[in-house]
C-alpha cells in the first residue's frame, strides 16, 4: 500500500518516482492503461494530475503497475545533475517492459523533456514521446503520432497556458490534502537555476478559477489545500475588460482562506525579494492561513547571494525574517540553502551557519551546488570549489540544522497544537498522524471521537527532531 500522506515539501524524498491511480469514466475506456510517475518538486507532482486528467478524458485508465502499462510516462527533474541521472537509470528499467510489449509508448515528460528536446530520442532509444511541460494538452495527438510509427516531440514553451480550465483529478490522495497550482513558470533567473528554462516565462492563473478549485475540493471533503508557484509573491492578475481588477497574492490568499474557516491554506515558495507585510498581514489575519513560511536564503552572504543573482543581500533576508518574527508570531520557517556555490570562500559559508544561528529555521532543504548546463552561473563562472569541500560544508550545515529542528520541537512541548488528521501513522496504525499549523507532523493514539480530515487538538508531550507526540485533549 502506498503512503497516503502528501507533505508539503518541495522535494519529498519519500514521494520520489511515486506512481499515480485513477479510474477511466467506464463511458470514456478506451482499454489502454497509463503509468505515469513522477520526480522533483510538488509542481511537478500537481502538473501529473493534469497529465491524467488529459488522457483519462481520451479514455485512459491508470495504474500503478508499468509491466501492465500501454503507455508509461515518467514526469522528470533538472535541479540537479543527480535528479536526471535517476530518471535515466529508472528508464533503463522500462527496457524490459518494451521488449515484452512492443507496442509500449515510453513518454519523457517535463524539466528534463523541456532541457534535452529531440536529443532525448537520439541519447535514449527506449523513449518515443518528448513533452515540455507547456504542452500537455497535446499529448493525445502526440500518443497518436507515435502509434503510427513515428517519434514525437512537443516542447513549446507558453506565455499563456495555466490549464486553468481543466480540473486535475486527485491521484493517490488521502481526500484531506491537495495542490493546487497557481502560477507557472519563473522570470527570476537565478544564476544557479535552470527552473526559467524547462517552465518558461511566469505567468499567474486567473483567481476565479483558483478560487473555485479550492472551494469544489471543499465541498469534496478536503480541508488542506497548499497553493504552489516558482514564486508565489510575485502572483499577480488583471482582468481584462473596462473596470480592471488586479489581484495580488495577498488578495488570493484572503480569497481563498474565506472559502471556509476550516480550509486550511499554505503555499510555497515565497520570494525573499517579494514577500511583502501585507501577505504577512494577511497571514496573520487568518486563523485558517498557516503561519509556515518557505523562504529560501540560498546563502547567508552578500557577495555570493549576489552571483546568485538572488536580488537580494544579507542585509534584507535578515529584514524579512525579523518582519515575518513581528507580523505573526508563532510563525515556523523553513529555508533551502546550497554549498559550494562558484567561489564560495570558508569565510562565506560561516556567513550561511551564522543565518542559520540567527533564524533558527524549523527545517531546511540542503544541497550541494550542481552545476547545469545553460544557466547563467554554468556560463559565467567556475564550479570551482571542491567536491570535498562541497561535502564538508553540507555535512556541517546539516548538522546544525538538525540541532535547530529539534530545539523547535522541543520547544513546543507542553503546548497544545490543532491538527489536521490525515491518516494512521507511518509505523502503527494504532496512531494517527496530521500537521501542526507550524506544519509540524503530530502523531497522536487513535479515538474514537475522531477521524481523519477532522481537526483535533493535540497536547504535545514529546518529540524527535522531526515529530511532535501527543494526546487529544478534546
Ligand atoms: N544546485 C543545487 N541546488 C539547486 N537548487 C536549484 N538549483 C540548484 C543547483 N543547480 C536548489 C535551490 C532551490 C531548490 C528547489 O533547489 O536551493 O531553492
Ligand atoms: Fe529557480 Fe530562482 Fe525561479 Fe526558484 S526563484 S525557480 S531558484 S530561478
Known sequence: ?????????????????EALMLKAEAAKNNGRKLYIESYGCAMNFSDSEIVASILAERGFETTSDYSVADVIFINTCSIRENAEQRVRNRLKEFTVAKVKNPGLVVGVLGCMAER??????????????????????????????????????????????TYADISPVRLNSNGINAFVSIMRGCDNMCSFCVVPFTRGRERSRDPLSIVAECRDLFDRGYREVTLLGQNVDSYKYSTTGEEVITTNFANLLEMVALINPDLRVRFSTSH?????????????????????????VQSGNSRILDLMNRTYDREWYINRIDAIRSIIPDCAISTDVITGFCSETDDEHKDTVSMMDYVKYDFAYMFKYSERPGTLAAK???????????????TEIVAKQQEYSFYRMQARIGRVERVLIEGFSKKSDKDYCGRSDQNAMVIFPVGENYKPGQYVNVLIERSTTATLIGKVVD
Not at 559565467?380 to 553540507?394: F, G, T, W
Request: proline fraction near 6%; charged fraction near 35%; include cysteine.
Open 1 to 17: 500500500m502506498m503512503d497516503l500522506l502528501i507533505p508539503d515539501k518541495t522535494h519529498d524524498e519519500s514521494r520520489q518516482g
Open 116 to 161: 534535452l528536446k529531440s536529443k532525448f530520442l537520439e541519447e535514449e532509444k527506449l523513449v518515443d514521446v518528448v513533452v515540455g511541460p507547456d504542452a500537455y494538452r497535446d499529448l493525445p495527438n502526440l500518443i497518436d503520432q507515435v502509434d503510427d510509427g513515428q517519434k514525437a516531440v512537443n516542447v513549446l514553451l507558453s506565455r499563456e497556458e
Open 380 to 394: 559565467r563562472y567556475a564550479d570551482d570549489i571542491p567536491e570535498e569541500v562541497k561535502q564538508k560544508r553540507l
Open 272 to 296: 525573499p525579494k517579494d514577500i511583502t507585510d501585507d501577505v504577512l498581514y494577511t497571514i496573520n489575519k487568518y486563523d485558517n492561513i498557516c503561519n509556515y513560511i518557505h523562504l529560501p
